[in-house]
């Protein structure tokens, strides 16, 4: 299993940000998801609120306005309305 999985933040202005991550914390729906890496393929709608993503120790926070996040092969896409 692999130590961190490569996240991207996205709206449809611009590409927020791409790089490794050890963890994330995600707005879902149905609440806040944790992913780390391995996660399981997964699919689903965003709700407003805090993504965070984690690198060594170092949070970057963004908030969000609904959207999509797919999980897959150590890659999470998060599609998002907005995102600052």
């Not at 940000?17 to 998801?33: C, E, R, T």
Request: net charge negative; glycine share 10%; aromatic share 4%.
């Amino acid at each position: 299993m692999a130590d961190t999985f490569q996240i991207e933040i996205a709206t449809p202005e611009k590409l927020v940000l791409q790089q490794q991550a050890d963890s994330a914390q995600i707005p879902g729906k149905d609440g806040y998801m944790g992913i780390l890496p391995g996660h399981a393929a997964l699919l689903s709608e965003l709700a407003e609120g805090t993504l965070s993503v984690t690198l060594g120790g170092q949070t970057q926070s963004f908030h969000i306005t609904g959207g999509f996040v797919e999980v897959r092969n150590n890659h999470v896409r998060v599609l998002a309305d907005k995102a600052e």
